[in-house]
């Protein structure tokens, strides 16, 4: 049994640019910035009319590029590529069946030469979907016969931001045989499968207790059948300690895989009987996957809408090892018991209205304890609610777009009174300035687009224990070439994107941090990243066919990059979007892209 989780995850370091703020005059940013990423795209057929990046000969374009001609005109286009790791998004659309309901990623590998104008021609052939099917669940209790199941498959990508929110699904049913089967149809490629076995009692009386199962990285590459061969249920066995102040016989004691803290076990709720709090329990629990790697939890839910915490525990392998060794759970010493609470949004000493989210950071006694909801303000700036004693990080997020997030600690001791009183101010938001010229060092009108970096993927348990309070998006577009916009501070993925036909790609800063600034300035900071070029681009083009060649017609095609991840032991690798195109009606598709990416 390992000791109880109270510790929260330690922040990354990593190298990325902070921009300081300052009052009065603008900071002007130099080297703390790291080198430019690029790319853009452009509808093929579009023919690139009213472009700005046009050339006559080579001495009309900046070093480092050629003038080549693109359609029927000529543009400045790079000299040299290199484009390592790059990743294409294939997004079919509507009417294309199965298909359309997903992206697709394609890595075509390392695109690079220095042998003068870089027009690349990439053609995306989309993979033939993998038909798992017959799809079959088998449970010890049920011998040789397939049980009826849900089963849910998720796609795990080798980085981080890509395919969010993608999953599919598929229940079973009576094939011609009689058997229980289901059929799905997905990409190729790694996914996590959760499987619900539906077991008919009547015909299977020795299936009462037949837990979710959760199989990690599974490798999907060919059309095959696809058999869970389920292993019999292990027993974690224990006493769960329990208070005389509450009434934990209403709970739910269940374990969950640690990855999205999905149930693998039956749910119990302890039974106490007499003046005994020291209750024995017993939960059937699935281990198929032995991954040593793979560290269950096991979680003590309250019911729902009690505004009452849940507590985590998590096990080590030890602890699945010597199953005939009880575990002892011990929730005597926390205080579950609500205190209403109460505050207020200020800034500058008026109300605010906001939206806040209050999440435990540490409640009563040892054990990993998690408590979130999230409320609106009033129009006076107050809001309320019902919270269990503990540390609680409060955030703020004001409805208005020139005020920044705001966050403070609580202490909610326990209590019966109202814990009012308490407060959050939020301070202005700071203004980003610059301007944007083309590589001709014109004018560049391009829409602003700052969105909050993706620093990689977190688990159940880290996001129990680490509070990470992420910046709203913002955009803007420039006017004559400058802009100005409000934010949080933070850490962004900047993108410049230019008007499709102007010839020129994105610019792309990832990971731009925004330093915290005091609450109390009076008036709002501005940090100035001076003048921004686009560059000239490498252009990727080509055809893009579904499995059988077919075209497919305005499928939204997507550049991404790998955002190398923090130099410690827990770094991540995430993607940043850098291009995107709509093929036409022959599936042809126009990519302008970055020279390289750093």
Request: aromatic share 6%; charged share 15%; glycine share 8%.
């Amino acid at each position: 049994m390992k000791h109880p989780l109270i510790q929260s995850v330690s922040k990354q370091r990593s190298h990325t640019p902070t921009l300081s703020p300052q009052l009065g005059l603008p900071f002007v940013m130099v080297a703390a910035v790291s080198a430019a990423l690029s790319g853009c795209s452009i509808p093929y057929a579009e023919a690139l009319s009213n472009k700005f990046n046009t050339c006559e000969s080579d001495a009309d374009c900046p070093a480092g590029s050629h003038c080549a001609a693109i359609g029927d005109q000529n543009s400045c286009v790079a000299s040299s590529v290199d484009l390592t790791g790059l990743v294409i998004e294939v997004r079919p659309a509507p009417g294309n069946g199965q298909m359309s309901l997903s992206s697709i990623l394609i890595e075509p590998g390392s695109i690079s030469g220095d042998s003068g104008s870089q027009i690349v021609n990439l053609d995306l052939k989309v993979p033939e979907y993998i038909n798992i099917s017959p799809g079959r669940v088998y449970l010890p209790c049920a011998g040789t016969t397939a049980v009826p199941a849900r089963v849910h498959l998720k796609p795990v990508p080798h980085l981080f931001g890509l395919l969010d929110g993608q999953s599919y699904e598929a229940a079973s049913s009576e094939d011609a045989q009689g058997n229980e089967a289901f059929a799905v149809s997905v990409p190729p490629g790694i996914y996590d499968v959760y499987v619900e076995p539906q077991p008919d009692l009547g015909v299977f009386p020795d299936c009462t207790k037949t837990p979710p199962i959760f199989l990690p990285k599974q490798t999907l590459s060919k059309d095959a059948g696809f058999s869970v061969q389920s292993a019999a249920p292990l027993t974690l066995n224990g006493t769960i300690k329990l208070s005389q102040k509450e009434d934990f016989t209403k709970w739910y004691l269940e374990v969950v895989e640690p990855l999205s803290g999905q149930i693998i076990s039956e749910s119990i709720q302890p039974k106490q009987e007499g003046l005994d709090f020291e209750v024995p329990f017993s939960i059937a629990f699935d281990w198929t996957a032995t991954n040593k790697a793979f560290i269950p939890v096991v979680r003590l839910r309250p019911p729902a809408n009690s505004s009452k915490p849940f507590i985590l525990w998590s096990l080590d392998v030890l602890a699945f090892q010597g199953l005939d060794v009880p575990v002892k759970l011990d929730v005597s010493g926390i205080a579950t018991q609500p205190r209403e609470v109460g505050g207020n949004v200020f800034h500058d000493g008026l109300p605010v209205t906001a939206t806040v989210t209050l999440q435990s950071t540490s409640l009563s006694g040892e054990e990993l304890t998690l408590y979130e909801t999230v409320i609106q303000t009033d129009d006076n700036g107050h809001f309320q609610s019902f919270l269990p004693p503990g540390t609680y990080q409060v955030v703020a997020r004001p409805d208005r777009q020139d005020l920044a997030v705001g966050a403070t600690v609580w202490e909610v001791a326990e209590g019966t009174d109202c814990f009012c009183g308490g407060s959050v101010n939020v301070p202005f938001a700071t203004t980003l300035a610059g301007t944007v010229v083309t590589a001709n060092d014109d004018s560049a009108n391009v829409e602003v687009r700052l969105t909050p970096s993706v620093t990689g993927g977190s688990g159940f348990l880290s996001k129990a224990t680490a509070v990470e309070v992420k910046p709203r998006p913002a955009t803007t577009q420039t006017q004559a070439g400058v802009f100005q916009v409000a934010v949080d501070s933070g850490k962004f993925d900047l993108a410049l994107v230019p008007p499709s036909d102007s010839g020129y790609p994105w610019l792309v800063r990832p990971r731009l941090l925004v330093s915290e600034i005091a609450d109390d300035l009076a008036a709002p900071p501005v940090v100035s990243l001076g003048t921004l070029a686009l560059q000239n681009p490498v252009i990727v083009k080509g055809r893009v066919v579904d499995a059988k060649g077919s075209a497919l017609a305005g499928a939204t095609v997507r550049a991404w990059t790998p955002v190398g991840g923090d130099e410690t032991a827990q770094s991540v690798t995430s993607a940043v979007q850098i291009g995107e195109a709509v093929a036409d009606v022959n599936g042809e598709y126009f990519l302008l892209l970055p020279p390289s990416v750093k």
